[in-house]
Structure formats: structure tokens, C-alpha cells
């Protein structure tokens, strides 16, 4: 049965976020919530961008070519829309320029096109400087984790481990992903793993 009510809900630290990349005919803009930036290899595979989940990869076993993307949380100060945006690791130079003047990203307010128009065609970043004080931003979101809902690995599956100083990982149950993502080879071991822990629950 549904609840309703006439109060608003207050802001929540949800994870859920929408991911954000460059559309061909527009450009997207946004303010920087987040201090640094976030770079994961990803893979194209099975039709859509994953995280490599080295050691255990399923698309580096297949071979799949790897590449640097980055996530930034970003505020449309607009629309109100709090988002993660995603771009290449060469489209984000301007971000890393900012940072080494700035030493912070948070705040970095800026344009994201394709000035050749395609869907697939080189982002272009532009960045400059906002007056802070005409409005608040949000609190940044915990980007790996919020990538990892976009990437829908679940939470049974996933635990994030401090790697470095300024890194994170995420750390993937393979038996589990891959149940979750209907991979022949491992549909066996993941229903005799889930088995064994209906026993043992």
C-alpha cells in the first residue's frame, strides 16, 4: 500500500545519480561538487562502458581493450540537477590544469561540447571561475560508490577498500557479478555458492 504526504522529503545521501556524458548537439554544463577527480579503467563490453575488475575481469579475458574514464560529481545550478559526469582521460586535462592552480576541483564551474557534432566525437572542456557566494552547493556524493550503482553491481557484491592515499577500489564478488550479468560459464558455481549460503543462513 502506498504512503502519502503533503511534506516534501528531506535531502537524502542517496547514491543514485544520473551519469552524464557530452551530448553531440549541446553543450552541458555544470559546477564541480566533488574535490578530485576519478579515474577508472573501464572496457566497452557486451554493448555498454564497465569497470575493468582486474584480476578477475570477464573483458579482459575476452580481450577487450581498456581505457581511463573519469567521473567528477557536477551541479547545474540551473535545473537544480545533481549528476556524475563522465569523459575521457584526455578530455579531462582542463580538470587537472584547475586543480594544480586551484587545488581543488569543487567549484570549478565548466562547458563540455563536441565541436565536431558527433554522438562519439573529442569533448572539448572549457573551465573558468564562479562567484561561490550567489548560491550553495551540494555536499559531493561518494563517486565510486554512486559508479557503482550505475554499473549495477550489487551490494552483495561490492565493498570499497582504500587503495592508495588518493584512490578507492572497488572490490567485486566476481561470482556474484557474474551470476548477476548471466554469464554462462560461472551460472554453476554461482547457484551451488548461493546454495551452500541458503544452508548456512
Known sequence: MPTWSNQLPAQSDSNAFDLCRTPPD???RGVVTCADLNVCLTHFWGGRTMPCETPDCPACRAMSPKRAHVYVSAYDITSKHHFIFECTALAAEPFRDWIREAKTLRGCCFQATRPKRRRNAPVQIITKAIDLTKFTLPPPPDVAAAMSIIWRLP????????DQACATRIATASEITNRMRHDPADDRQATELARRNGQHS
Do not use: D, F, N, Q
Open 26 to 28: 549541446a553543450p552541458l
Open 155 to 162: 551490494k552483495t557484491a561490492t565493498s570499497i577498500e582504500p
